[in-house]
T-cell receptor, first 113, second 113 residues
Framework: GQQLNQSPQSMFIQEGEDVSMNCTSS?????WLWYKQDPGEGPVLLIA?????ELTSNGRLTAQFGITRKDSFLNISASIPSDVGIYFC?????????????FGQGTRLTINP | EPEVTQTPSHQVTQMGQEVILRCVPI?????FYWYRQILGQKVEFLVS????????KSEIFDDQFSVERPDGSNFTLKIRSTKLEDSAMYFC???????????FGQGTRLTVV
């Protein structure tokens, strides 16, 4: 089946640092989504990408849909303590209708104040 | 802001018992999903549901699992005879007719003892 490889698996940074994480796949995806999950909570959508090459920002977050449609990255600038959590990429396959999302393994972000 | 709601937040059940997890998707959404997340692992697709029938299901979604949308509002996941390995967070998600992003509920933590 389709799989996403997300890296890094974990990050330990100082408050104020920038963060970068990415997802790659051998399969083409129609959409790329980035979610954040806090402990005991459901994934919350951060950014949605719909077109190859698209670069989208949401506050301090920036994400890009790779030109090959097989990868995406998420950057967080000037990290703050509330950025702590697990970040998941998710790809929507190029099939219309009730397309499922395929999730990466997650990147656990820890911030030292 | 509309949201997906799930009940209960935590369910403890004995092995072999039946459980029903409940979800109320966002009201104008048409596509419904159940995902599962074993502790510390990635979010895994279980099943998608559209137009009152299953659109796609994963290998995890075997004969012990079933879904229903009994009344046009609720969307339920039933596990007929729970096993220890069914212990996980179960997330319901829904998607609107024109959108590609799925919105997730807070999850139900299922503990099978």
């Amino acid at each position: 089946g389709q799989q996403l490889n997300q890296s890094p698996q974990s990050m330990f940074i100082q408050e104020g640092e920038d963060v970068s994480m990415n997802c790659t796949s051998s399969s083409i995806f129609n959409t790329w989504l980035w979610y954040k999950q806090d402990p005991g909570e459901g994934p919350v959508l951060l950014i949605a990408l719909y077109k190859a090459g698209e670069l989208t920002s949401n506050g301090r977050l920036t994400a890009q849909f790779g030109i090959t449609r097989k990868d995406s990255f998420l950057n967080i600038s000037a990290s703050i303590p509330s950025d702590v959590g697990i970040y998941f990429c998710a790809g929507g396959p190029p099939i219309q209708g009730a397309q499922k999302l395929v999730f990466g393994q997650g990147t656990r972000l820890t911030i030292n104040p | 802001e509309p949201e997906v709601t799930q009940t209960p937040s935590h369910q403890v059940t004995q092995m072999g018992q039946e459980v029903i997890l409940r979800c109320v998707p966002i009201s104008n959404h048409l596509y419904f999903y159940w995902y599962r997340q074993i502790l510390g692992q990635k979010v895994e697709f279980l099943v998608s549901f559209y137009n009152n029938e299953i659109s796609e299901k994963s290998e995890i979604f075997d004969d012990q699992f079933s879904v229903e949308r009994p009344d046009g509002s609720n969307f339920t996941l039933k596990i007929r005879s729970t096993k220890l390995e069914d212990s996980a967070m179960y997330f319901c998600a829904s998607r609107g007719p024109g959108g590609t992003e799925a919105f997730f509920g807070q999850g139900t933590r299922l503990t099978v003892v």
